[in-house]
């Protein structure tokens, strides 16, 4: 007998994945340059030259023994002290390299988290819209998901709900920002009413509430500052992939910092590295972990997200859409014009234009645009937008 709730995961495709296979589908009927897919989120530019000439460097000059050897379980030393300098110097926090640890992206650094400090019965709140794998990590770690939805007006935190989704079994709280869906950017001022509110919980409750703050985009923000959540609430675990930051996503990388200010940090690093122990994630790919290290400051030319996130939200909302201004990410988060998201997808189909329902995200009624892809793209797609729009009208 198989474990049904893994068969399950397994057998259903997720929705992104069933568009971009309708997508290939239409790819080989009437043309790529003819499909207007905005369903992915896997980066449009390539990673920064650096980065190929690190890993060339490190193919034919390094020890190739240890090159493709067995790092630490948490990842090689010298690795985790550049990281460990590198957010010293960019945020201003102690970190220890013994708080760090390597990691296979964002994916694996939340699951090692929630595994790390979830408990059968606990809660972990996610704030919607959210990445749709959260439910299906956190379920994994023993735990329930929690929703609590942000104000639609501008997608930052409603905190009249969230104070509701607080109970004395929430553990932790998952923060995405810049976020995916929405490309919101949460203010510092939202940032700081979190950390109120949840000290005032940990008080009032007589526990620990972690914030998890999930940062894939972090490097991805135009004219904003995306705040540093340790710089604002003690008990944080930042999980950090360099899937789009240096537009890395296939290389699986990525890395855990425990905040230093956590009451025994020591012992919830040690709980992290016993949860990727147990998930089998120890020692993060080791060619990858040494070209990170050799890139740790650099990001992608994210210039052209930027130059797309403006072709499309000055154009959509010129034609009538209705979506709150992303400030990072790659995504636009539309609302559908009539109630049922799914139904306008599948008559934005008709245009060969591939739009993601927000269901999925815990959030009706929208959809999600990924504009990770060529501005051409876009400028091609505006016409079939405009006459989308205008069935409504
Ligand atoms: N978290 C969010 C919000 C994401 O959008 C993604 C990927 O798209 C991930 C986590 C997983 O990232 P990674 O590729 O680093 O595992």
Known sequence: MLNEKMLGLGENRSVIREIFEFGNKRRAEVGAQNVYDFSLGNPSIPAPKEVNEAM???????????????????????????????????????????????????????????????????????????????????????????????????FQIDFMQL??????????????????????????????????????????????IFIICDEPYRELAYD????????????????????????????????????????KCQKVYAAVCGAGRALGFVCAPSLLQLTVKDCVELTSDVSVYKKNRDLLYNSLTEYGYKAAKPDGAFYLFIKSPEPDANAFCERAKKYDLLLVPSDSFGYEGYVRISYCVSTEQIEKSLPYFKKLIEEYK
């Not at 550049?82 to 110097?89: G, L, R, V």
């Not at 939340?110 to 400090?117: E, G």
């Not at 490309?183 to 700081?192: E, P, R």
């Open 224 to 263: 904003v500052e995306v705040p540093y959540i340790p710089n604002y609430y003690d008990n944080t675990l930042v999980c950090y992939s360099y899937s789009k930051s240096l537009s890395l996503p296939g290389e699986r990388i990525g890395y855990i910092f425990v905040s230093p200010k956590i009451e």
């Open 163 to 208: 104070e509701k989704a607080i109970t004395k079994d929430t553990k932790a709280i998952i923060v995405n920002s810049p976020n995916n869906p929405t490309g919101v950017v949460l203010s510092s001022d939202t940032i700081k009413q979190l950390a109120k509110l949840l000290e005032q919980k940990q008080k009032e409750y007589g526990k620990r």
């Open 56 to 154: 060339v460097k490190l193919l034919t000059e390094f020890d190739p023994v240890k090159l493709h050897g067995y790092t630490s379980a948490q990842g090689a030393p010298d690795v985790r002290k550049t990281i460990a300098q590198s957010i010293e110097k960019r945020f201003g926090i102690e970190a220890d390299m013994d708080l760090i640890y390597m990691t296979c992206g964002a994916a694996a650094s939340l699951t090692i988290c929630l595994n790390a400090i979830c408990n059968n019965g606990d809660e972990v709140i996610a704030l919607a819209p959210f990445f749709p794998e959260y439910r299906v990590f956190v379920e994994k770690a023993g735990a329930k998901l929690v929703v609590s939805k942000c104000r639609e007006s501008d």
